[in-house]
């Protein structure tokens, strides 16, 4: 495959005509301009140039390198349940991991990064196998919790981690936890949108399978009592700053509860929430979120930071 050659910038290339025709012909399944919102949690933004379901990792991986080497801005996603689309879209490549498959030896398990995790933690309950319970009801794929280090009651997924399938520079590597700098609701991965990760594989323990499902029965209901899940989000929009110290609690105490930018408001029911109402736009979202982080700062010195990624942001 040859590259057009005269083009300085990916932006530019991906408006060259040979960029779409390469890509199109080397890509099954490309789509163009589909509209980000109706994939995301968040349900705003604009269109995805260029997007890709790949089906298996072979199509991934084939669909991240063509892209690359057309000088295409890639952005590999998984559930789009933690991105916030800018209104304008995004440029380049988006290819959803829709690669789907598990592979199960004793109690080590081996999941695709397209694999919907409450749907694997259901399935991993009726086989009596516990680990990842405390992910029962996060949204997303195994992909993004890997990245993101997904967690819920003081669990994350790195805690029962064994290795990451990996594409790096090309490349295609499986390392080790240690390699991955694995922290609070984050990775090495979260400022290496590079890279990509294929599959993961975690070692779980025998569990009876009537206590897992009322365990994941139980976070349900306690979420639906919770969150408001009646609206469009991302989850908890800033990170906590400590365990001690929760950003809903900090929002809440600069009274910012039912603060609103357009369609989009802090939540009465949960102070982290930042949903997005019908109509909505992302500049709504990010106008109402610098406007928590200037009044929180303000009535506490916490400094809040945002734990989803922004796609089409300059
Ligand atoms: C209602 C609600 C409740 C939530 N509750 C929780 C919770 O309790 N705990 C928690 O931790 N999170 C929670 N979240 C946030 C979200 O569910 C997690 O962050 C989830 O792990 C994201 O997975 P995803 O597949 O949707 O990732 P995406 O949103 O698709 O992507 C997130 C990031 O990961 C990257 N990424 C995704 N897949 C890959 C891949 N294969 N290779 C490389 N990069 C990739 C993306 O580029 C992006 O940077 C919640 C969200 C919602 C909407």
């Given at each position: 495959m040859t590259a057009p050659s005269d083009r300085d910038t990916p932006a530019e290339a991906a408006r060259d005509p040979r960029v779409s025709e390469v890509l199109r012909r080397e890509v099954p399944g490309l789509e163009e301009g589909v509209p980000l919102a109706s994939l995301?949690?968040?349900?705003?933004g604009g269109p995805a140039e260029f997007l890709v379901r790949a089906g298996t990792t072979g199509m991934l991986i084939h669909a991240v390198l063509t892209a690359r080497e057309l000088g295409l801005p890639v952005t590999v996603l998984g559930r789009c349940t933690n991105v916030l689309v800018g209104d304008a879209g995004v440029p380049g490549l988006t290819v959803l991991a829709r690669n789907e498959g598990t592979t199960l030896h004793g109690d080590l398990l081996r999941a695709e990064a397209g694999v919907e995790l409450p749907g694997l933690v259901a399935d991993l309950a009726e086989q009596g196998l516990?680990?990842?319970?405390?992910?029962?009801?996060?949204?997303?794929s195994v992909g993004g919790a890997v990245v993101g280090n997904a967690g819920a009651y003081g669990e994350?997924?790195?805690?029962?981690?064994v290795d990451v399938h990996l594409l790096e520079e090309g490349k295609e590597h499986v390392v080790e936890p240690?390699?991955?700098?694995?922290?609070y609701r984050t990775s090495l991965l979260k400022s290496r949108p590079d890279i990509v990760v294929l599959s993961a594989a975690f070692r779980l323990h025998r569990g009876r399978p009537d206590e897992l499902r009322r365990r994941i029965a139980e976070d349900a209901a306690l979420r639906r009592s919770k969150?408001?899940?009646?609206y469009a989000s991302c989850g908890s929009y800033f990170k906590n700053p400590s365990r001690e110290t929760p950003a809903a609690r900090l929002i809440e105490e600069a009274g910012?509860?039912?603060?609103?930018v357009g369609r989009a408001h802090v939540s009465?029911?949960?102070?982290?929430f930042l949903v997005a109402e019908e109509g909505a736009t992302a500049d709504d979202i990010t106008t109402l979120a610098a406007e928590v982080v200037r009044r929180v700062k303000e009535s506490s010195g916490y400094e809040l930071h945002e734990e989803v990624r922004r796609l089409g942001f300059d």
């Open positions: 995301t949690a968040y349900g705003v516990a680990g990842l319970a405390f992910a029962g009801n996060i949204p997303g994350s997924v790195s805690d029962c981690l240690d390699r991955l700098d694995f922290g969150h408001p899940l009646e910012l509860k039912g603060l609103r009465e029911k949960h102070a982290n």
